[in-house]
């Protein structure tokens, strides 16, 4: 494939790419570039927002680059300081590690086997000694630093930050010189870090990376980027009907957004569906059923998709529940605890079962429960409602 169309598809729907014009430049070195996306394991789900980086690196891998996912079990004792206003509360190893795996059988669920490589970065972070550190520290000054925004509001303000929230660019920038990047990827609020792993390159002296960021997914909530917790997100592990009952609660005004970021659909593809709905050719209700079957088909195939969308209408439409259920084992004890049932059952934080079960959210056999504590035999046999979408059928 030529360099023009190899950049027709990398460039894509990015947010920005530094320096400009820099990723032709590296394609014209004629091999398979190193194309790094670093990943810090700070919780149990992959979710369609981290996706949005997953398939950008997915494109490159298809175009026979080597796709370096680097699983940030060191940075993530050390935390990202990004859009931060405060210093993050560090994660154990035993944490980090549970996360860690997690995640990397989510990862395969997007990245193509060849062509990848998945490597700890505690494998050389760790191993740095005194003498390393300070050659690291050397790469970048205070002043530097201080030009990243959420530092600079910081000092402003009086608000702490710690020297080791320093490190973490440059820790990550070693993570470029480790595996010898070529391109790094991240979100739009990685741009920073990014930037800070060219500088360390050429502090080791190797050519610097190119910086490639894609726009945040705006979550289910249309208000706030997908987070795990604030609850707003759809897992690239959520079953096929969940998937598409999310999908389909999104405010009407980001599907256009999701059509590009979620679902992958073509541009003009995209800008089509656009026209047809500012016109009133296309009907909202249409348009978001097609983005949830595009959504659900990535991760499940057609068939999936169209078995979740007859599902949808029977539950949304007919008020029935689906054809099948997972059932779920209560846990041992009585009486049982409803947040850490829902918790368990449905993969939610333990924060958001108990506002799910506030706002009456929380069904059995169709009727709503609030109580935190529910009798072992009040529960056995009965099918368990969360929201719209989420069905468990309690095991005996």
């Known amino acids: 494939m030529s360099t023009s169309d190899q950049l027709e598809l990398l460039l894509r729907y990015t947010d920005a790419v530094v320096p400009e ?25 992959v979710t369609l927002g981290w996706a949005v980086v997953l398939r950008k690196l997915r494109h490159f891998q298809e175009l026979g680059h080597t796709a370096v996912l680097i699983v940030g079990d060191f940075t993530a004792q050390v935390g990202d300081p990004s859009d931060r206003s405060s210093t993050r509360r560090r994660l154990t190893r035993e944490e980090v590690e549970g996360y860690a795996e997690a995640v990397l059988g989510q990862f395969r669920r997007v990245l193509l086997e060849e062509n ?13 000694d005194m003498h390393g550190l300070l050659e690291l520290t050397s790469a970048a000054t205070v002043a530097q630093m201080l030009e990243r925004a959420d530092f600079a509001k910081r000092y402003r303000e009086g608000t702490p930050i710690s020297v080791m929230e320093f490190l973490y660019p440059l820790l990550q920038g070693y993570d470029s010189v480790a595996v010898e990047a070529d391109v790094e990827l991240g979100g739009s609020d990685q741009l920073w870090n990014l930037m800070m792993g060219r500088i360390v390159q050429e502090r080791y002296g190797q050519d610097p990376q190119v910086a490639m960021t894609m726009p945040l997914l705006v979550g289910t909530d249309g208000v706030n980027k997908m987070s795990q917790s604030l609850g707003n997100y759809v897992s690239v592990t959520d079953p096929p009907d969940e998937m598409f009952g999310k999908t389909m609660s999104i405010p009407d005004e980001l599907m256009g957004q999701w059509f590009r970021l979620a679902a992958d659909l073509d541009p003009d593809e995209v800008e089509s569906i656009e026209e047809a709905l500012a016109s009133g ?9 097609r983005l949830a079957r595009e959504v659900v088909a990535i991760y499940w195939g057609a068939e999936a998709a169209e078995e979740a969308e007859r599902s949808f209408d029977r539950v949304f439409k007919e008020g029935e529940a689906p054809d099948q259920i997972e059932e779920v084992t209560l846990p041992e004890g009585d009486p049982v605890n409803l947040p850490a049932l829902i918790r368990e059952a449905f993969g939610t934080s333990g924060a958001e079962a108990r506002r799910l079960l506030r706002q009456g959210a929380v069904r059995l056999d169709g009727e ?3 109580e935190q504590e529910v009798a072992r035999s009040a529960l056995a046999g009965r099918v368990l409602r969360v929201g719209k979408r989420r069905f468990a059928r309690l095991g005996r």
Request: positive net charge.
């Open 368 to 370: 709503v429960v609030r």
């Open 281 to 289: 050719d296309l009907h909202p209700n249409q348009a978001k059923r």
């Open 21 to 45: 014009g820099g990723l032709a430049e590296k394609l014209e070195l004629g091999r398979p570039l190193r194309v790094k996306l670093g990943v810090d394991p700070t919780a149990p789900a």
């Open 116 to 128: 990848l490589e998945i490597r700890r970065n505690s494998e050389w972070l760790a191993a740095l």
